[in-house]
């Protein structure tokens, strides 16, 4: 008996995922995602074939050079490529060929241990193999998960978000650095998805070194976005042609076109910066096909140069329509997705949807209604001097009209908070609770029955301007 395994024995280690892994992972999915939802899939598909041309596996040559992950990605998507759509399909494969490979990793671990003779050595060494191998089968769930999810439909960004929340703890990256990595992800710095796969070399294919050739292409293309950026030249002419290009009387595709624009148009710029954060930029590409291009503008005018280059070659893309082009009916049901996001959302009615689905029957209480006709400077102040709770309770209770208006006064995300409280607290708040706290908004230290609404209101009035001081 040995005291040591060969080298060779400690591949399971060396193969080991690490944080590297997991980040070249993520942001592999998605862009993978992106081309196949772009429905680019001849570059997704000499991608897939092709690797070792292949200007996405070679940044995250930390997946490709672990053929345990490479392979079984690279066969999922080329099922996908061929029609896969079936979520359960995608687990099935995944999980038995996770299966065979934790199984493979037993055998390995068996066979290496048992030709050693040290004790603790031995023992040493399994715990290692054994961590290994399981960290193999957990970053392979990851893959699993995302792929399941852009198979049902998801973004690709949420599809990658899929496999980082997936991750154990050692190796998953927060989601902040992932939306980072992405924003300069190798498919935008690169340009176009053709640019993605290098030629074949036509003397010498099989020995030419696309490595170091895809090395200095990344380089320059890193140097070329830490410059300035230059604005896209015709912008506007250009988007006009665009809109021209997918101008339709079709009655259908005129409604879904009015009321997407009508919402950009009305939906306040914070809130559309927000919109332009939920919505990845395949979903906006499609989406803005034959819309007003003042409507177009007022999103370009929210992104940086780069990503406005980005984003328009994407949509002059979609108008070869000489080529495979994309049919109006999934155009449309792309703008469906959007505007179910922004109802969902309610970034374009101050949340007056949403609160339809949890508001109580209004009390109908005048004086509590009528903070509605208090001032912006008094309203702040109301905020700032009563507990959320308390305040999101009293809302439950109250028209629509009145709700929005005082939800109107908070940021977006806090907006969205209260929301999201709101409608926690409407499964457990009863009439009596949202009729004390509304109470207790008016006369924080005493009620008084006999106030008529303008003593009410002066004395809230004289409250928070004491408060204010």
């Known amino acids: ?11 399971l280690i060396t193969q080991a995922p690490t944080r590297e892994t997991a980040r070249d992972l993520c942001l592999l999915i998605n862009d993978l995602c ?11 598909e000499d991608t897939l074939d092709h690797p070792e041309r292949s200007l996405l596996f070679y940044a995250y040559r930390q ?10 990605m690279r066969d999922i998507f080329r099922h996908i490529t061929l029609g896969l759509t079936e979520q359960v399909q995608v687990e099935r494969l995944l999980d038995s ?20 003779a040290d004790k603790s050595a031995r023992e040493d060494l399994r715990e290692r193999l054994n961590d290994a191998a399981a960290d193999k089968v957990l970053v392979l769930r990851a893959l699993r998960n995302a792929l399941v999810a852009h198979v049902g439909g998801y973004a690709p960004m949420v599809a990658a978000d899929y496999a980082r929340f997936s991750l154990p703890d050692s190796l998953r990256m927060d989601y902040d650095e992932l939306i980072e990595l992405i924003a300069n992800s190798v498919r935008i710095r690169v340009g176009g998805a053709a640019e993605l796969i290098l030629p074949i070399d036509p003397i010498d294919p099989a020995s030419y070194d696309y490595d170091r050739r895809m090395a200095r292409r990344l380089r320059e293309d890193k140097e070329e976005v830490e410059e300035a950026v230059e604005p896209v030249p015709d912008l506007e ?8 290009g997918w101008a339709n009387d079709d009655p259908d595709w005129c409604q879904w076109v009015d009321r997407l624009a009508g919402y950009l148009q009305l939906i306040r710029e914070r809130s559309l910066k927000k919109l332009t954060r939920l919505v ?7 989406s803005l096909l034959g819309l007003p291009t003042p409507v177009v503008s007022r999103i370009f005018g929210l992104m940086s140069n780069g990503a406005q280059a980005s984003l328009l070659r994407d949509m002059e893309n979609h108008c070869d329509f000489d080529g ?4 109006r009916g999934y155009v449309s049901r792309t703008r469906q997705n959007i505007l179910q996001v922004i109802e969902q959302k309610g970034l374009a009615d101050g949340g007056a949807a949403r609160l339809k689905t949890i508001m109580h029957a209004p009390l109908g209480y005048e004086a509590f209604d009528a903070l509605a006709t208090l001032d912006d400077g008094e309203l702040n102040a109301l905020w700032r001097q009563t507990s959320k709770d308390t305040v999101g309770t009293a809302l439950l209770g109250t028209s629509i009209e009145v709700a929005v208006r005082l939800l109107g006064r908070l940021s977006e995300d806090a907006r969205q908070m209260m929301l999201d409280d709101m409608e926690s607290l409407s499964a457990e708040k009863t009439t009596a609770d949202i009729e004390e706290a509304q109470r207790n908004i008016l006369w924080p230290t005493s009620w008084d029955d006999d106030a008529t609404l303008d003593e009410t209101l002066a004395s809230l009035r004289a409250i928070l301007a004491g408060s204010a001081s």
């Not at 005291?3 to 400690?10: C, G, M, R, T």
């Not at 992106?34 to 997704?44: G, P, S, T």
């Not at 997946?63 to 079984?72: G, H, K, Q």
């Open 280 to 286: 990845d930029e395949g979903s906006w590409a499609i």
């Open 1 to 11: 008996m040995t005291s040591a395994p060969a080298e060779a024995d400690l591949d």
């Open 237 to 244: 002419a250009r988007l006009d042609a665009i809109a021209q």
């Open 63 to 72: 997946v490709r050079d672990r053929s345990w992950l490479a392979e079984p």
């Open 97 to 116: 060929r996770i299966a065979a490979m934790a199984e493979e990793d037993r055998r390995h671990i068996r066979d290496t241990l048992a030709g050693m």
């Open 34 to 44: 992106h081309l196949d939802k772009m429905r680019q899939i001849v570059v997704l």
């Open 324 to 327: 495979i082009c994309l049919t």
